[in-house]
């Protein structure tokens, strides 16, 4: 299966290739194309713990003011294709194209996240793959590419991309959490010079929420990041949550 990369076609309860390379369709619906090379650990990515905390923390309405700026920035028209590069338990992307009723595909490298997200949003495509090194959809195939908080292959992203799609990139801000890990840097001009080679930036804007959290909702934020910041038991307190939001129009080849 190393570098094959013909086109799958569903049989079933399977995807198969024209070189016979077969894929099993999971109970929740999801289809798991990451193979051995692609993965640095046996189980990349989100632990089934910080998918279920940051779930919490979605139907706590933490993310929802979130949501509402990525919705402003990208502007979704009906029917049209919605890529998630990193798209983790489908929150932002099953939001998007609910809104927008858009086509939605997400992929990510944690399995328990993917589970998660074709559990919740069955209406939509799930795929476990590893974005950092190919996205298993065809040149131009999309209207839209998003990359929250996650991984971000500009070459890959622009290859999937129309001529006039657009690409929206969600970083941490430097008030991101805060009151937990102190003023963070801004990654803003280092990521606008990473896709710089084949993106224009086209606007820029950021999406913030403060929260007060009680104790439980504290630990669900520490237990959904990958480095836990505190040690001591948790309490309540109000949170910042910031995003900086990059759009990107893709360069005329």
Same mark, same amino acid.
């Given at each position: 299966?190393?570098?094959?990369?013909?086109?799958?076609?569903?049989?079933?309860?399977?995807?198969?290739?024209?070189?016979?390379?077969?894929?099993?369709?999971?109970?929740?619906?999801?289809?798991?194309?990451?193979?051995?090379?692609?993965?640095?650990?046996?189980?990349?990515?989100?632990?089934?713990?910080?998918?279920?905390?940051?779930?919490?923390?979605?139907?706590?309405?933490?993310?929802?003011?979130?949501?509402?700026?990525?919705?402003?920035?990208?502007?979704?028209?009906?029917?049209?294709?919605?890529?998630?590069?990193?798209?983790?338990?489908?929150?932002?992307?099953?939001?998007?194209?609910?809104?927008?009723?858009?086509?939605?595909? $997400?992929? =990510?490298? +944690?399995?328990?996240?993917?589970?998660?997200? &074709?559990?919740?949003?069955?209406?939509?495509?799930?795929? @476990? /793959?590893n974005a950092d090194r190919f996205v298993p959809y065809e040149d131009a195939s999309f209207d839209v590419v998003l990359s929250i908080t996650g991984r971000m292959n500009s070459t890959e992203f622009r290859r999937?991309?129309?001529?006039?799609?657009?690409?929206?990139?969600?970083?941490?801000?430097?008030?991101?959490?805060?009151?937990?890990?102190?003023? $963070?840097? =801004?990654? +803003?001009?280092?990521?606008?010079?990473?896709? &710089?080679?084949?993106?224009?930036?086209?606007?820029?804007? @950021? /999406?913030?929420?403060?929260?007060?959290?009680?104790?439980?909702?504290?630990?669900?934020?520490?237990?959904?990041?990958?480095?836990?910041?505190?040690?001591?038991?948790?309490e309540a307190m109000r949170l910042t949550f910031s995003l900086d939001l990059l759009l990107f129009h893709p360069k005329r080849s």
């Amino acid at each position: 299966m190393r570098g094959c990369r013909e086109p799958l076609k569903r049989e079933e309860r399977r995807l198969v290739c024209p070189r016979n390379h077969s894929f099993d369709i999971a109970r929740s619906g999801y289809v798991n194309l990451l193979q051995p090379q692609d993965k640095r650990s046996k189980q990349p990515g989100d632990s089934a713990e910080a998918v279920a905390a940051r779930q919490r923390l979605h139907d706590r309405g933490v993310s929802a003011p979130l949501l509402k700026s990525i919705l402003d920035a990208i502007a979704v028209k009906p029917d049209e294709r919605i890529l998630d590069a990193s798209c983790g338990d489908g929150f932002y992307l099953a939001g998007l194209a609910r809104e927008a009723r858009a086509e939605a595909h $997400g992929i =990510d490298i +944690s399995i328990p996240a993917v589970n998660a997200a &074709a559990k919740r949003y069955p209406e939509f495509e799930w795929i @476990v /793959a590893n974005a950092d090194r190919f996205v298993p959809y065809e040149d131009a195939s999309f209207d839209v590419v998003l990359s929250i908080t996650g991984r971000m292959n500009s070459t890959e992203f622009r290859r999937v991309l129309h001529e006039d799609g657009r690409l929206l990139v969600a970083i941490p801000a430097p008030d991101d959490l805060k009151e937990l890990r102190g003023e $963070g840097r =801004d990654r +803003s001009a280092r990521t606008i010079e990473d896709f &710089a080679g084949e993106f224009t930036l086209v606007q820029r804007s @950021v /999406a913030a929420v403060s929260v007060d959290l009680d104790a439980a909702g504290v630990e669900d934020v520490l237990v959904s990041i990958y480095r836990p910041i505190r040690k001591e038991a948790p309490e309540a307190m109000r949170l910042t949550f910031s995003l900086d939001l990059l759009l990107f129009h893709p360069k005329r080849s």
